[in-house]
């Protein structure tokens, strides 16, 4: 019974700030009248607001996100065209990355990098799991197999580590830079401030 109790809080641990910041996009996605424009729009006035004519808006069916390498924002299509809470928030949030980037905040570069070495060893990491059961029952396989176990584990290591270093900049994202740039520009008003930190809160979580 101890094992199935520790299992399932594992399974709401892993999985429950995945389903959770689903279902608060989900929930305040619908269309506003009163939303002043869609996600795309308002990055474009926080590009000229800012003075970032280099920054690309970009549609995606890969999720909302930051890319540092071709500076662009790049949004859904429901938050790239739809005026409702979840998309212009969602968007001042991506936008709130390519402020971290124009600011040079280090914690953003950190990721970046630590990003690609993850991406790296998560490649090398995949061939050794697929290689590994291929060779542990061979005579050379099994005194290689110890490595290759050891590459499979750092590369799990490495993304563990990557999110923790990617938590503090998304809430910096949601906390330090968008919600500032929502409520001085008054792209909300006050009665949605308080969904507009949970949609914020789940946009910092989506990486989890």
């Known amino acids: 019974m ?40 308002l990055v474009k006035h926080l590009r000229k607001k800012f003075d970032m004519a280099y ?10 996100h930051y890319d540092p390498n071709d500076k662009a924002v790049r949004l859904s299509k429901d938050n790239m065209d739809k005026r409702s809470l979840t998309a212009i928030t969602v968007a001042a949030h991506e936008f709130g990355h390519a402020l971290q980037h124009a600011k040079n905040y280090k914690p ?14 998560e490649r090398v990491g995949g061939f050794a799991l697929l290689v590994l059961p291929l060779v542990a029952f061979t005579p050379a396989g099994a005194r290689l197999a ?3 176990f050891l590459v499979v584990v750092l590369s799990m290591l490495v993304n563990t580590l990557v999110h923790f270093v990617t938590l503090p900049v998304e809430f910096d994202a949601s906390f330090g830079r968008a919600l500032p740039i929502l409520r001085e520009g008054q792209y909300i008003n006050k009665n949605d401030y308080r969904a507009a930190r949970r949609i914020l809160t789940a946009c910092a979580l989506t990486y989890l």
């Not at 199935?4 to 506003?32: D, E, M, N, T």
């Not at 920054?55 to 909302?64: A, F, N, R, S, Y």
């Not at 953003?108 to 060893?121: D, G, H």
């Open 146 to 148: 110890p490595a290759l």
């Open 55 to 64: 920054l690309k808006i970009e549609g995606t069916d890969m999720g909302d």
């Open 108 to 121: 953003l570069t950190t990721r970046t990098t630590m990003v690609r070495t993850a991406q790296k060893l």
């Open 2 to 41: 101890i094992y199935l109790i520790l299992g399932i809080i594992l399974f709401v641990l892993i999985l429950g700030p995945q389903y959770w910041a689903k279902h608060i996009l989900q929930k305040y996605s619908g269309h506003r009248d009163d939303i002043p424009g869609t996600g795309a729009e």
